[in-house]
């Protein structure tokens, strides 16, 4: 018999092991979201798009190879008989538009908006790492605070025990314990909350990496030394909706250099070689054609489509001025709110110390009658409310660590928390 329950012990191991949930990592989270995200599979198809266009572009300007074949009959004055079909058949070379300028505007024009498209999807990349952390780490918070809630419920316990022994034997008032009473009430309430926050923040990370959330793992708060804002200013210009925008504009430049290019002669190109004639025509196997287009009065229509593309160009200029200035200003905002953050943080850490020290202390003294249970029941007070401070002070810190390097442009592989 005992070696039957050993066997089925040992069988059981391989389920157990299989049960406990495997933590994942922000790095892993944010994969995740990135392979099962919609709007970034629909950002890489508009890439595919701006790519597939660029590609016609290019193939738009090159000589067009085909084979062209052509018979035809004559019928004879005094009979409805027809003659013998003339047949011609040959390969033809052609290009229109010689002009050099108007086919490089245009594909310069198609290579600025295919370059635009990739580095938009690249920020699109970085603002979701922003809702994910935002998701990740929330969820850590909430699963924190849990923890702390339960252990000061398991110390309100124990004191509210302790109290209802001290009123039996007369050594304390009852109303003493009825306060520890309804801080354990609140406590659970406090604990309710915190349980739904978890969950709504578990379903958050799961609707964004279309997957359950198991465990989190979560690394290390970045209480690296913070380098000065010049460093994270430096980097706007590499921002990828800035680059994207200068891409943007690039592309206005050339299209009004197209625009342009209509005011020019235009040459077209044209050569054929016959494997099969006539025979009236056998001698000559082949013909060439140069032909030349000049505009000369086309009523203002290509004027206006030049000052069109003007204005095209300028709204492009000022919208990258604007988004310089604003990618700036998130900077900046960022990076006050990490370094207040981070003070913040150290504020925090040092108050939980205290309110830990003083909820002993008051204990201690309580227990000698030194201080009333009230006075210990506000001690309590006091820790829990640090404990979710400083709790709250962790979150904002990873948040705004985040944030600083999604304002600054940072590629995903040199954020911090990634790795």
Not at 275 to 296: E, F
Request: aromatic content about 6%; overall charge neutral.
């Amino acid at each position: 018999m005992t070696r039957l329950l050993a066997l089925a012990f040992l069988a059981c191991l391989p389920a157990a092991s299989r049960a406990q949930p495997a933590s994942i990592t922000l790095r892993q989270a944010f994969d995740s979201a990135l392979r099962n995200s919609e709007s970034i599979a629909i950002d890489q198809q508009e890439v595919r798009r701006a790519e597939a266009l660029y590609r016609e572009a290019m193939r738009g300007e090159l000589p067009v190879l085909d084979f062209a074949a052509e018979a035809s009959w004559e019928r004879r004055p005094t009979s409805n008989r027809f003659n013998n079909a003339d047949t011609e058949a040959a390969f033809r070379l052609t290009k229109t538009g010689l002009s050099g300028y108007r086919e490089l505007a245009a594909i310069r024009a198609a290579g600025h908006d295919s370059a635009r498209r990739r580095h938009l999807r690249a920020r699109a990349e970085q603002l979701l790492l922003g809702d994910v952390s935002g998701a990740f780490f929330g969820m850590l918070q909430s699963q924190e605070n849990v923890a702390a809630t339960e252990e000061l419920i398991s110390l309100a316990g124990a004191r509210l025990t302790e109290l209802r022994e001290r009123v039996r034997v007369g050594r304390t008032r009852e109303a003493d314990a009825i306060g520890q009473e309804f801080q354990v009430a609140t406590l659970r309430s406090q604990l309710e909350e915190s349980s739904r926050q978890v969950q709504a923040r578990a379903d958050l990370l799961s609707f964004l990496m279309r997957e359950p959330v198991t465990a989190l793992k979560p690394g290390e708060a970045p209480f690296l030394e913070l380098p000065p804002i010049e460093r994270f200013l430096s980097r706007v210009e590499s921002r990828p909706d800035v680059v994207a925008a200068r891409e943007s504009a690039q592309a206005a430049a050339a299209l009004v250099r197209l625009a342009r290019a209509d005011h020019w002669p235009e040459l077209g190109f044209q050569a054929r070689w016959f494997p099969h004639r006539p025979a009236s025509q056998l001698s000559n196997r082949w013909d060439a054609t140069l032909g030349v287009s000049v505009p000369l009065w086309s009523w203002g229509a290509v004027a206006a489509s030049v000052e069109a593309a003007r204005a095209d160009l300028t709204q492009e200029e000022l919208g990258l001025q604007a988004l310089r200035r604003a990618a700036e200003l998130d900077v900046r905002n960022a990076y006050r709110d990490y370094r207040s953050a981070r003070r913040q943080l150290d504020v925090r850490r040092q108050a939980m110390e205290l309110a830990r020290r003083d909820f002993e202390l008051q204990s201690r003294d309580e227990k000698r009658g030194l201080v009333t249970s009230l006075e210990a029941l506000e001690s309590l007070n006091r820790l829990n409310g640090a404990r979710l401070a400083y709790n709250n002070a962790v979150l904002a810190v990873r948040l705004a660590s985040v944030s600083l390097d999604i304002a600054s442009g940072e590629p995903i592989e040199g954020v911090e928390l990634l790795k």
